[in-house]
């Protein structure tokens, strides 16, 4: 699976847009883009996932370019609730095995 | 509906001594299961994973050890805990196309 790259940390204000944005040069052509949340002493939660144009569910949207080559969750008016940590994963389509690597993720803190 | 169950959530153990976290899955059946360690402020590391009773794999050379004694359960071992070790223990299994769903996790501080 491709290794993916976003930024270390980001801030934000409650009530902004937040956009994190993901690199994946070499991801293959099977290859989903997903993004997980994970909040202190807690699992990571699955939030979206995409294969190219724009996903929107009721958490996020997701945004990828026709290149695939990079992605940016969209996260619409953040509250003090999203402070967490997102991942961002290329993942198979496969629904058997598949071992995930996460690497250190966005880590988002949102004020007042 | 399927879910993953953990336990202990918090473990404070002294180095030398054993280690057994368990990790159970309810409302599906030959689910893989993997068991990922995350220190603090890092990102998680796999450490084992498992395609069927019995089947191990693991990930990284290490004082721990993984069994799987019964389809829907995936057991987390150490002989004697080094101080290394402490971490937040996370197991989870892969729903299909909407990736993986993971347990609330063991915090183990080993002192």
């Known amino acids: 699976l491709a290794k993916t790259t976003q930024p270390i940390s980001m801030d934000s204000y409650e009530g902004q847009e937040v956009n994190i944005t993901c690199s994946h040069n070499n991801i293959a052509t099977n290859d989903y883009i997903t993004w997980y949340q994970q909040f202190p002493s807690q699992g990571p939660r699955f939030i979206i996932q995409?294969?190219?144009t724009k996903v929107t569910n009721e958490v996020a949207s997701l945004f990828i370019p026709a290149d695939r080559k990079s992605s940016t969750l969209s996260l619409p008016r953040v509250s003090l609730s999203d402070t967490a940590v997102y991942y961002c994963?290329?993942?198979?389509?496969?629904?058997?095995?598949?071992?995930?690597?996460f690497g250190t993720g966005t880590r988002l803190l949102v004020s007042p | 509906s399927q879910t993953i169950h953990q336990w202990p959530a918090t473990l404070v153990q002294p180095v030398g001594s054993p280690l057994s976290l368990e990790c159970t899955v309810e409302g599906t059946s030959n689910p893989n299961l993997y068991w990922y360690r995350q220190a603090a402020g890092r990102g998680l590391q796999l450490l084992f994973y498992s395609v069927g009773i019995g089947q191990i794999s693991s990930e990284v050379p290490q004082n721990l050890s993984a069994s799987r004694p019964q389809d829907r359960q995936f057991i987390l071992s150490s002989k004697k805990l080094l101080l290394s070790d402490s971490g937040f223990y996370l197991c989870?299994?892969?729903?299909?196309?909407?990736?993986?769903?993971f347990g609330s996790g063991t915090r183990l501080t080993v002192v």
């Open positions: 989870a299994w892969h729903a299909g196309n909407y990736g993986y769903t």
């Open positions: 995409g294969y190219k």
């Open positions: 994963l290329a993942t198979s389509e496969n629904t058997g095995f598949q071992k995930l690597v």
